[in-house]
């Protein structure tokens, strides 16, 4: 039976061809149809037909489901090595390499056929974003909380819509927006007003209108909540009715401190108004009025008597009051023209760079709009910073910022926003966006450029710290729960170091061009005063500066890796083994099978059996054996490692046994056996490339993007640099165009 007809091919093969952005793929089914049914035939459907075909691989019906995806796995298969099988009699270089050949035309260019959907922003791409154009701290937990996929937080598949999500995202605009123009600016200071009548007396008193009168030593309290922490006006207007020797006297407390002790010479017909500032903090606070000084003498003969006594008219708070170097407002305000300007130009003048930057490119009839929403706002009595504010609120929740939709071109702008997205999980710049406009990314030579460009820049601090975690799932520490009682050195603290290492390593590897490969057979990492005596060495000069660790060192040897692939009582072999082959030979073993059970946990039985003898029994389940085969090996040589990563000789009352011996027969003993694995090929940078590929393209690479992973990477060093890798990935046809 053939693979498929030549009608099927052929109409394949002119999709294809008619990409703009792929190779020029012949469609003349004979050249490409004939071979590739003829080599399956020949070789392939005696195992992999449709009846019953080994590991569920059907090559003579693949076009009947997704081809691509099922050629992506057979050429995985042929390019590693493990088909045909090795137990066969066939000349199995010749027949890989025709194999290869025949696939080769099909595969390669075929990822173009699947570009990304549309997506939200992730949280932390929001976050960096709004702080690299406004400079203020969002937090990123008002957003609607990110999902993941393939490991990441930013592929499209997972990034929903929907009404809920759309109230989220506007009060989040809301929120971002009163950072960025809080209340306090010139002509928005809030107020708030509390009439003397309506505040709490602790004595008898006396009323006119809404004024107090204190006939008596009294106190009148009040409680409020200001409108946000920071310098705050009380003003207090009162009188006196004065008698005897002296002026009537007033106290003013706020939180029971003593703000002030003076005396009130006004007269009802001339109120005075007392003012003090202060700093608040949020919350409930409470202020007092006190008359301290009561004086009465009755009327005596042809003496008319005298009463001091002292009138509240009220009291009012205003604030907070913005302090002048607030950098947020500043960035808003410093490109103001003047007030002799008409108020249309200046709120154009003063949002046209930010929300270019927000959006990515000049929207002229969405930002006309937003220019329109704030200026009819001043004109109903608005002040200017409350129009601002009302014009970025709608700006930051317009799909236009945390909707990722390219055009269909993917243009310069689409491009660079991409690009920044890519290596910042940020906005493009303004040097970026220029460079977009004069069609400088429009080239290979313009594109690498700007990489570079970026790279050096601090904002590229991001890759580290968002992508690594995704990547090796370092994020997980936040949720690790180790059994303290039994690994009384898992503090906080620690925590907070272990998960800094990885990120600290990764960037010192990359600003140091080193080779990939360097991630896993350093000798070194990048710790502090903690995490040197959890290892049992010197404290480094600085905090995460590199520091030689023999016998530890690398990705392998973290304590968070270690952490993670860890059960909260006891060290998992299976689990770090999994780890080892999703992420550092990119050979990740398939789900287990249903209902395959789990190991023995009770205390008995972890104490009379060794690890290794207890999963040996699991592991005689024959469905289990073969994965086992490959999992267990790696796992256990990392045995020395404990569930948090301390080093350590026995495992209870067994010795440490970390020997064992990979399905090919290689042998793989301690920590240097794995890496001495895993640095002898060129898998780990390609688990890196397709991780970097998943979060720059913002999609999943499968088994129909094989080829070309394995294409890009052949036109690299063979010691590949992480920048190397990077630059591949923003110079490929795949990242540089989009399908329409």
Not at 174 to 192: K, N, S
Request: proline share 7%; with cysteine; net charge negative.
């Amino acid at each position: 039976m053939r693979l498929r007809s030549a009608t099927l091919v052929g109409a394949l093969l002119l999709a294809l061809g008619a990409l703009a952005t792929c190779e020029a793929v012949p469609t003349d089914s004979a050249l490409h149809a004939d071979p590739l049914a003829e080599f399956v035939g020949a070789n392939c459907a005696e195992c992999h037909g449709p009846k019953e075909p080994e590991a569920s691989l059907d090559l003579v019906s693949a076009a009947r489901s997704d081809a691509h995806e099922v050629l992506g796995r057979m050429w995985r298969q042929m390019k590693d090595g493990h088909m045909p099988p090795a137990d066969s009699t066939w000349d199995m270089a010749r027949i890989r390499g025709e194999g290869l050949a025949v696939l080769k035309p099909l595969l390669h260019g075929a990822e173009n056929l699947r570009s990304p959907a549309p997506r939200r922003l992730s949280r932390e791409e929001t976050r960096r974003s709004l702080r690299a154009i406004f400079a203020i701290d969002f937090p990123a937990d008002v957003l609607p909380e990110d999902e993941l996929a393939h490991g990441f937080d930013n592929v499209s598949n997972l990034r929903t819509f929907g009404p809920q999500v759309a109230e989220q995202l506007v009060a989040a605009a809301e929120h971002a927006a009163l950072l960025i123009l809080p209340p306090g600016l010139a002509g928005d200071v809030p107020r708030q007003s509390f009439a003397a009548d309506e505040m709490r007396c602790d004595q008898e008193h006396g009323s006119e209108g809404t004024t107090i009168v204190l006939f008596r030593n009294a106190t009148l309290l009040q409680s409020f909540t200001p409108a946000a922490a920071g310098r705050h006006r009380l003003l207090v207007r009162a009188s006196a009715q004065q008698a005897g020797s002296e002026p009537a006297r007033r106290e003013i407390r706020v939180d029971g401190r003593l703000l002030a002790n003076h005396a009130v010479r006004a007269t009802r017909r001339q109120p005075e108004e007392f003012s003090c500032d202060l700093d608040l903090t949020t919350g409930v606070h409470s202020f007092s009025i006190s008359f301290t000084n009561d004086y009465y003498r009755a009327p005596s003969g042809s003496s008319k008597g005298e009463d001091r006594n002292l009138h509240v008219d009220g009291a009012s708070l205003d604030g907070p009051f913005l302090d002048a170097n607030h950098e947020p407002s500043r960035r808003i305000f410093a490109r103001d023209p003047g007030s002799a300007r008409n108020t249309e130009l200046r709120i154009q003048s003063m949002l046209e760079v930010p929300l270019t930057l927000l959006w990515g490119r000049q929207e002229g009839d969405a930002f006309k709009a937003i220019v329109n929403l704030a200026s009819q706002r001043v004109k109903a009595g608005d002040a200017l910073p409350v129009a601002l504010r009302a014009g970025l609120t709608a700006a930051m929740a317009s799909p236009r910022f945390w909707r990722r939709t390219e055009h269909p071109t993917l243009d310069g702008a689409a491009l660079a926003r991409r690009l920044a997205l890519f290596l910042w999980s940020s906005v493009a710049d303004e040097d970026l966006l220029a460079a977009a406009t004069r069609g400088d990314l429009s080239t290979v030579a313009g594109l690498h450029a700007q990489t570079l460009r970026m790279l050096a820049d601090p904002r590229s601090a991001a890759l580290a710290e968002s992508f690594v975690p995704r990547w090796l799932e370092f994020a997980n520490l936040a949720v690790a729960a180790p059994d303290t009682t039994r690994f009384t050195a898992f503090t906080p603290e620690l925590k907070h170091s272990m998960a800094e290492e990885p990120r600290a390593f990764f960037e010192m590897v990359r600003r140091r061009s080193l080779p990939v490969s360097e991630l896993v057979a350093a000798n070194w990492s990048c710790i502090d005063d903690a995490l040197a005596a959890h290892y049992g060495v010197a404290a480094p000069r600085e905090a995460f500066g590199a520091i030689e660790l023999p016998g530890r060192g690398g990705l392998l040897g973290m304590a968070a890796m270690l952490t993670i692939t860890s059960n909260p009582g006891r060290t998992s072999p299976v689990k770090r083994g999994k780890w080892i082959l999703d992420h550092l030979l990119d050979a990740p073993p398939p789900p287990p099978p249903a209902n395959v059970g789990v190991l023995d946990e009770r205390p008995e039985i972890l104490e009379s059996l060794p690890i290794r003898e207890r999963l040996a029994l699991h592991s005689t389940n024959a469905l289990c054996a073969s994965c086992h085969q490959r999992l267990d090996p790696l796992g256990f040589a990392l045995e020395h490692f404990d569930a948090i990563g301390a080093w350590r000789e026995m495992d209870g009352a067994h010795p440490v046994d970390t020997a064992g011996s990979l399905p090919d027969g290689r042998p793989v003993n301690g920590l240097d056996g794995v890496k001495h694995i895993i640095s002898a090929d060129r898998t780990l940078s390609r688990s890196l490339l397709r991780a970097l590929f998943t979060t720059a393209i913002g999609r999943g690479f499968g088994a129909a993007d094989e080829c070309f992973l394995d294409v890009t990477l052949d036109g690299l060093p063979h010691f590949p640099t992480i920048d190397d890798l990077i630059l591949a990935v923003v110079t490929s046809p795949l990242f540089r165009h989009k399908v329409r």
